[in-house]
């Protein structure tokens, strides 16, 4: 049977949900530091077309894969300043990633519709919606080596079901797509991804090794070249840069924030609404013995834990690199619906967990209702027509999914979800950033507004750190500035200055005594709200003018742009 030849029902309706959670109301949300970074690198390239030297904020910026950037900077060319569009790549990616693994769940079980039911279970996980509607390294390093996987699957498993099973051919994609993750994120994907599953494959799912040593070779080769001449020609033309590099890749295992091992222990709960599912499905003993997809299981559980292990060893650690957990996770969650899919539950244990899934289920969308009329009707965030129709199809949703759970019908409840999230990321999404929006933010993009200023140069302290959401937002360079370099901060002038404390705490009075200072305003950069954890100091700034006493520019001390937001 072909993989992909075959177009089936229940794939198409993966690519539906793949529309509905990365391309629908992709700019909705805020941007955040990463997906800031790139954009600004893609500024700089596009604009100066410095391709083998990219710069961040005009700044030579090698230690970071450039192939982000530069997709990014071929967008900018095209689609300049259009978040939107930068986000449509994004969102190719991650429905590729979502193909990719599509066909390793294939390959995993052979079983119809198990491989469609886990994919299901992959899109429906937080992390991978926000994956697929942002800008970011990781969105191609997973996609990529998803590829990897895949295609290396296809080389050593093919000749179970195929007569010609063209290894030569999938030795090559497998390693142009492991070299193509290596250029998006470095090593740490190959770390956190591939490896995990490498180790887990060779221990329960052995590979047939014979006659596929040349092409492994092969494999080895094109990876090392998509990827190695990046850092052969940085060693060769920017030889000062190998250090930093190098610095940037053992970053995570040497620096960092040195959080404790057990710092992921609720890594479960990161698949959203399958969180009592994926927390069950570590009883290995209870499951191994009653799921019918027994080897997929097994190859998941030890997938994540594996994983698992190797994340919690790293010094530096973020809840965001759970990304990686969510493929294997998601198999596991797969493997237990369908179980329940196959057979109602029977014994204790079963029953109570089929019943506490479903209905909690059942209960968080009876609760939305009430939510979207606190947090967004009342806030006047969304019209009371479009809330109502909301809440009535939640609430047939939730009676739907009450009343499958009651009858132990789990494939309902799977449907019952999909409609949620469908409805969610059509209806909600585009309201979902002022639903946590900062009621002072104001950006200081706001000064391109006043004709005099927009053509002014913009400096920053250079003892203070400059978050790169200020340079995105600004749409131009904020260079460094010396501000007790009298010489430098003169030859500056007339310029704009951005500070995190006002002017006259931060300019040295020698300096303020031979210069016109004009405060423009404070500007909060900040999308969400102060007491939001994620709230930085740092993007709160105060903006002035500052020059020569000779030059008059015909402004008042007071603020000259509206204090609207964007």
Not at 154 to 175: I, Q
Not at 400 to 418: F, H, Q
Request: glycine content about 4%.
């Amino acid at each position: 049977m072909e993989l992909f030849r075959k177009i089936r029902t229940e794939t198409l309706l993966i690519v539906v949900l793949c529309m509905a959670a990365f391309f629908v109301n992709n700019s909705a949300l805020s941007t955040d530091g990463e997906e800031a970074k790139i954009v600004v690198t893609a500024r700089d390239i596009a604009n100066m077309g410095n391709w083998t030297s990219p710069s961040m904020n005009g700044v030579e910026c090698l230690s970071t894969p450039p192939l982000a950037a530069w997709v990014a900077a071929f967008v900018e060319r095209m689609y300049p300043d259009n978040i939107s569009a930068q986000r449509c790549v994004s969102a190719v990616l991650a429905t590729i990633c979502c193909l990719f693994f599509l066909g390793v769940a294939r390959y995993m079980e052979r079983r119809r519709g198990f491989a469609e039911l886990a994919t299901m279970v992959f899109l429906t996980c937080y992390h991978v919606i926000y994956m697929g509607r942002m800008v970011s390294h990781e969105v191609y390093s997973i996609t990529f080596t998803m590829g990897a996987i895949y295609f290396l699957m296809r080389l050593f498993y093919d000749s179970r079901y195929y007569a010609h099973p063209h290894k030569w051919r999938w030795a090559l994609l497998a390693g142009l797509m492991m070299g193509l993750s290596f250029l998006s994120n470095g090593i740490m994907t190959f770390y956190a991804l591939f490896l995990p599953f490498a180790i887990t494959t060779m221990m329960l799912k052995r590979p047939e090794l014979k006659g596929r040593g040349w092409p492994l070779l092969l494999t080895t080769l094109v990876a090392f070249l998509s990827f190695g001449w990046w850092y052969a020609w940085l060693f060769t033309h920017h030889p000062e840069a190998t250090g930093e590099v190098l610095k940037s890749e053992l970053a995570p295992w040497i620096t960092g924030h040195a959080r404790p091992w057990y710092y992921y222990w609720r890594f479960f709960a990161e698949v959203g609404v399958w969180a009592v599912l994926a927390l069950a499905s570590f009883f290995v003993f209870y499951w191994r013995k009653r799921v019918s997809t027994k080897r997929p299981y097994l190859m998941s559980m030890l997938w994540v834990v594996v994983a698992l292990v190797l994340l919690s060893i790293m010094p530096e650690k973020s809840m965001d690199d759970l990304v990686v957990l969510m493929p294997p996770l998601a198999m596991a969650v797969a493997c237990l619906i369908y179980y329940y899919i196959e057979q109602r539950p029977t014994d204790t244990w079963g029953k109570v967990l089929f019943f506490l899934n479903g209905f909690i289920i059942a209960l968080f969308i009876f609760a939305l209702p009430f939510l979207i009329h606190v947090f967004m009707t009342n806030q006047h965030i969304i019209d009371f027509g479009t809330a109502f129709c909301v809440n009535v199809l939640f609430i047939g949703i939730g009676i739907y999914v009450a009343v499958s759970t009651t009858r132990k019908e789990m494939k309902s409840v799977v449907k019952g979800v999909l409609a949620l999230f469908i409805i969610s990321e059509c209806l909600l999404f585009s309201s979902i950033d002022e639903l946590v929006t900062n009621s002072n933010h104001r950006s200081i993009g706001l000064v391109n507004t006043d004709k005099l200023l927009k053509e002014m140069p913009i400096y920053h302290n250079v003892d203070e750190t400059l978050r790169m959401e200020l340079v995105y937002e600004a749409k131009r360079h904020i260079q460094a500035l010396d501000l007790n370099d009298k010489e430098a901060v003169m030859k500056a002038l007339p310029c704009m200055l951005v500070t995190q404390k006002s002017l006259n705490d931060e300019l040295p009075k020698y300096i303020i005594d031979e210069v016109d200072t004009m405060r423009v305003g404070v500007f909060d950069d900040n999308r969400l709200p102060q007491r939001n954890s994620h709230y930085r100091k740092e993007l709160v700034n105060h903006v002035s003018v500052i020059r020569a006493k000779a030059k008059v520019m015909g402004h008042d001390d007071v603020d000259t742009v509206p204090s609207t937001s964007q």
